[in-house]
């Protein structure tokens, strides 16, 4: 994705591009993009509720250790069944920051159909958010969390 540089008119960019920047056609690109990322949750969600295929997780595998991800898939089914505890268990730490990686999911769809660069704070906090994902596939190993 090219960054504006600030002096860029919306025209010079859709010229660029090739799409409209308008807020209701960016809004309505982003919507689409959501629902077709939803859409395909489902389809995983389905597949991996109903059949033995799954995404399987090499690092696990390979080495033993529990990856920073390990359990989410399992987490999100157990919240699709309102079973927040064992959610919870499957992996602390992505249970309790999704809607922030949601949040961001649709944020960056966004600034992506905008064709806006993403601002030092968001992604300051993207850059924490990655610290404590690797910093929580450590621990996870070591103490019994």
């Known amino acids: 994705m090219s960054h504006l540089t600030g002096s860029e008119t919306r025209e010079e960019l859709e010229k660029r591009y090739g799409v409209d ?62 079973d927040f505890v064992r959610a919870f268990r499957y992996n602390r730490f992505m249970f309790i920051t999704f809607p922030f990686v949601v949040g961001e999911i649709i944020y960056f769809l966004y600034l992506n159909e905008a064709k806006k660069p993403v601002n030092k704070v968001n992604q300051t906090l993207v850059f924490i958010w990655i610290g404590l994902f690797v910093l929580y596939g450590i621990l996870r190993n070591i103490l019994p969390i």
């Not at 308008?22 to 489902?42: E, H, M, N």
């Open 21 to 82: 920047l308008s807020p209701k056609a960016v809004r309505r690109r982003t919507i689409r993009d959501v629902v077709i990322l939803f859409l395909v949750g489902v389809v995983y969600y389905f597949v991996v509720r109903f059949t033995d295929l799954g995404i399987k997780c090499y690092i696990h595998e390979v080495t033993g250790f529990d990856c920073p991800a390990c359990g989410t898939t399992r987490m999100l089914i157990s919240v699709s069944k309102l």
